[in-house]
């Protein structure tokens, strides 16, 4: 069953929705799917390489304990590599500034941060592409398909984004059924407790810290014992049970976006604006390989291929400094040489 199969259900508690996650098989996606993915990816890294250079991430990248060197997922714009959850943080940051926190910073934030995660499980180019189509269907279909009853938690622009990258994460890094669904738990996805997109407001540091949220709560899914999870799903299902939807009326989820559409005005050319994008932080000699090597990103078995390209203009290595010695002292002072 393809993702954009999924049936409409009233169940939308964490094992209900895990249940679905789990469900779909590898598909074999058309060459329409994979261009127009590999378009957004483009437009998303462009977004994140225009904001690389703004205000907030730039402070993160100098707040103590936030994004520590030693890891290996390149911080866009930057030669420090980190964890994937605080390269999450960092790049969508940046691609939600680069958007201007327009409609698309979700989907921009959403993409950069899963690359990331798999450059950290050396995932190739085809399974990066593989992870985001899968996520954005899939978050995409539940959206369409959610009652007016559902928890607020799951309305919002923000929110589908961030169930977009908890569902891509758990498939990237190949959880089961019962961490799926802790996962979501964790990630505050199905929680009517949790605040809603408007709430908590559209300034690029609140995209980042959700999108790092995300993949922090497929992280400690994985690492958690699985009888655990299963004991996790059972508590949320005894609270949920009072809160089941009554209503088989289905609306769309309010500010629902599909995390793979481009936000661009018409005639926009994507190698323009990825150029001019690009140029805020990379060498000249970088932008033309980088855009070519997206275009052909599900061709590419190492990302890190790609993640040298993204690296700025500080992580080019210095010119060694000439040292000249002083006259005399790197000869004799006297030479029997005769001419």
Request: aromatic letters at 4%; hydrophobic letters at 45%.
């Amino acid at each position: 069953m393809s993702v954009g199969a999924t049936k409409p259900r009233s169940d939308f508690s964490a094992e209900g929705l895990a249940e679905q996650i789990s469900a779909h098989n590898a598909q074999h996606w058309d060459a329409r799917a994979v261009g127009r993915t590999k378009a957004a990816v483009i437009h998303a890294f462009g977004q994140a390489l225009s904001g690389a250079s703004t205000a907030v991430p730039k402070a993160l990248l100098t707040t103590h304990g936030v994004a520590m060197a030693g890891g290996p997922s390149l911080i866009f714009g930057t030669q420090r590599r980190t964890s994937a959850v605080d390269a999450a943080l960092i790049n969508a940051t940046a691609a939600a500034a680069g958007s201007g926190v327009s409609s698309d910073a979700g989907s921009a934030a959403y993409i950069v941060s899963l690359f990331g995660l798999c450059e950290e499980r050396r995932k190739t180019g085809q399974e990066f592409l593989d992870a985001l189509m899968f996520g954005a269907g899939l978050s995409l279909a539940v959206a369409s398909t959610v009652p007016a009853s559902a928890p607020v938690a799951m309305t919002g622009q923000l929110t589908s984004a961030l169930f977009g990258a908890v569902v891509a994460a758990t498939r990237v890094i190949k959880l089961s059924r019962p961490k799926i669904s802790s996962a979501l738990l964790i990630a505050g996805v199905t929680n009517p407790g949790g605040p809603p997109a408007s709430q908590v407001g559209p300034s690029s540091f609140m995209v980042g810290l959700s999108m790092r949220n995300g993949l922090l709560a497929a992280l400690l899914a994985e690492a958690m014992d699985e009888t655990f999870c299963i004991e996790l799903a059972k508590s949320e299902e005894g609270a949920s049970s009072s809160r089941t939807a009554s209503s088989s009326t289905l609306a769309p989820m309010e500010g629902a976006n599909d995390l793979l559409a481009i936000q661009s005005p018409p005639g926009t050319d994507l190698w323009d604006q990825f150029e001019q994008q690009a140029s805020a932080v990379l060498p000249r000699d970088h932008i033309a390989p980088l855009f070519e090597r997206l275009e052909t990103i599900d061709k590419v078995t190492d990302l890190a291929m790609v993640s040298r390209l993204l690296q700025g203009r500080s992580a080019q290595a210095a010119p060694k400094k000439i040292v000249f010695a002083s006259r005399g002292t790197h000869e004799p002072e006297e030479t029997n040489w005769v001419p």
